[in-house]
């Protein structure tokens, strides 16, 4: 069957050729159709199937909806035990200069304010910085993690600012960045330190004016993020010797935390094999 716009057609099916059907659009959008057979009857059988088609998009439209609220209470379940599992009061130790970093950390999480966490490996700054992101006005966003020393210098501008397709060979379509997928939260870079200068300077780029570009891109993003940052070198000794700009490191380190090593009997860290994290993660599969 053709039908056009507020026009008439004919009609194939219950009414046989020749059968005329004429249609309007009422200003609020609703539809009135006429279906009239050769012989001048009159008959409904087309109302009959848009409510039967409307019925059937109500019935769809419930079920997505009933989906829609189970996934919601599904995540809003692993939001909650996510951010239980991150309470500041959740983490071991009992060292009073350990203490006292936490509670620095936990003063400062409500704030927007940057964060650079020190300390040896293993001392819990990922740790932390997830409890100061899920004590944080932030905690309903995303907690974005980035390894700078994880990623060759190549690799790192895409990860963190994304890029456009076609941006350099290999780039076969567009990608978000960490700094986009973040958006909301809290972006927390991991040895920092290991950030190449050129990087470096970007990163310094994007602190100062809270805006940034997709490799290859021109259009500007806004950098809605939380910037919670680590490392376990010696950064003000990095600037000193130029392998960390010391303009970088003073946007970094405006609220910073060292954390003291925790020393069990053996001299290793004691919660080292107790993953609090991994138990979040078998949950669900997923952070
Ligand atoms: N105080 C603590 N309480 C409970 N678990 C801890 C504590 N400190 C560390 N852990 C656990 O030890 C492991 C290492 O901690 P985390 O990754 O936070 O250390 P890190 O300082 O980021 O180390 P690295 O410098 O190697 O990245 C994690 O599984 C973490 O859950
Ligand atoms: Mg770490």
Redesign the pocket.
């Known amino acids: 069957m053709g039908l056009d716009h507020n026009g008439a057609s004919d009609l194939w099916g219950a009414g046989g050729r020749g059968a005329r059907l004429s249609r309007s659009v009422s200003p609020t959008g609703s539809t009135r159709a006429t279906w009239r057979s050769p012989r001048g009857s009159r008959c409904t059988s087309w109302w009959r199937y848009s409510n039967q088609r409307l019925a059937e998009e109500q019935r769809r439209l419930a079920a997505v909806e009933g989906r829609a609220r189970q996934l919601e209470q599904r995540v809003a379940r692993l939001r909650g035990a996510l951010s239980d599992q991150y309470r500041f009061d959740?983490?071991?130790?009992e060292a009073p200069a350990?203490r006292e970093a936490l509670d620095q950390a936990a003063r400062v999480a409500p704030a927007e304010t940057t964060v650079l966490?020190t300390?040896?490996?293993?001392?819990?700054?990922?740790?932390?910085?997830r409890a100061i992101h899920y004590a944080s006005r932030r905690a309903e966003g995303p907690f974005v993690a980035v390894?700078c020393a994880a990623l060759p210098e190549t690799l790192i501008e895409s990860e963190l600012f994304g890029h456009e397709r076609g941006a350099f060979t290999g780039a076969d379509r567009l990608k978000r960045g960490r700094f986009e997928l973040a958006a909301g939260g809290t972006l927390f870079l991991?040895?920092i330190g290991e950030l190449a200068p050129a990087v470096q300077a970007k990163l310094l780029r994007v602190i100062q004016e809270r805006q940034y570009e997709r490799v290859g891109g021109t259009a500007t993003l806004s950098a809605a993020v939380r910037l919670v940052t680590?490392t376990?070198h010696d950064l003000e000794q990095a600037v000193v010797d130029g392998r960390f700009r010391g303009d970088l490191y003073y946007r970094l380190a405006v609220f910073r935390v060292h954390?003291p090593r925790?020393a069990g009997a053996d001299g290793r860290?004691p919660?080292?094999?107790?993953?609090?994290?991994?138990r979040v993660r078998g949950q669900d599969g997923t952070e």
Do not use: M, Q, W
């Open positions: 959740r983490i071991i130790g350990f966490l300390g040896e490996s293993g001392t819990g700054k990922e740790l932390v910085a390894n991991d040895e680590a376990n954390l925790l860290c919660h080292a094999g107790r993953p609090l994290s991994e």
